[in-house]
């Protein structure tokens, strides 16, 4: 079992940065691939961007590419999501997830076992 806890999340203008946290407890984490997904209402969950147990690997959506880093600490046991530039559509709420496994699973939620319950990001125009 993997709790995962996610923080940080809040009001921002839009060309604003928000940094998100998720921490994580039970199984190892250091063994884990971490990801962060987003829903908007009326919109179906979206992969954001994921970091290999290492992080020697990362993935990003095109959507936040160039824009969002996801980062690590094995040793906190937390996984970060800094984000720039942040624009109205980037509104949602956003979930830490935990996978057992690489490849490109990883880029569904199918790839996930365990959820974070989420924090709201509201990005305002």
């Known amino acids: 079992q993997v709790q995962l806890a996610e923080s940080g999340g809040g009001l921002v203008q839009a060309g604003g940065s928000l940094s998100l946290s998720c921490t994580a407890s039970?199984?190892?984490?250091?063994?884990?691939?971490m990801g962060w997904f987003r829903q908007a209402p009326g919109k179906e969950r979206e992969f954001v961007a994921a970091?290999?147990?290492?992080?020697?690997?990362?993935y990003y959506a095109d959507s936040v590419k160039g824009r969002f880093t996801i980062s690590r600490d094995n040793a906190q046991n937390t996984v970060y999501l800094q984000m720039n530039s942040l624009k109205p559509e980037d509104t949602a709420i956003y979930y830490c997830?935990?996978?057992?496994?690489?490849?490109?699973?990883?880029?569904?939620?199918?790839?996930?076992?365990?959820w974070g319950q989420g924090t709201q990001v509201t990005v305002s125009s």
């Open positions: 997830a935990a996978s057992p496994t690489w490849g490109t699973v990883i880029l569904t939620a199918r790839g996930y076992d365990y």
């Open positions: 039970g199984r190892s984490f250091s063994t884990t691939a």
């Open positions: 970091v290999s147990w290492s992080s020697t690997m990362t």
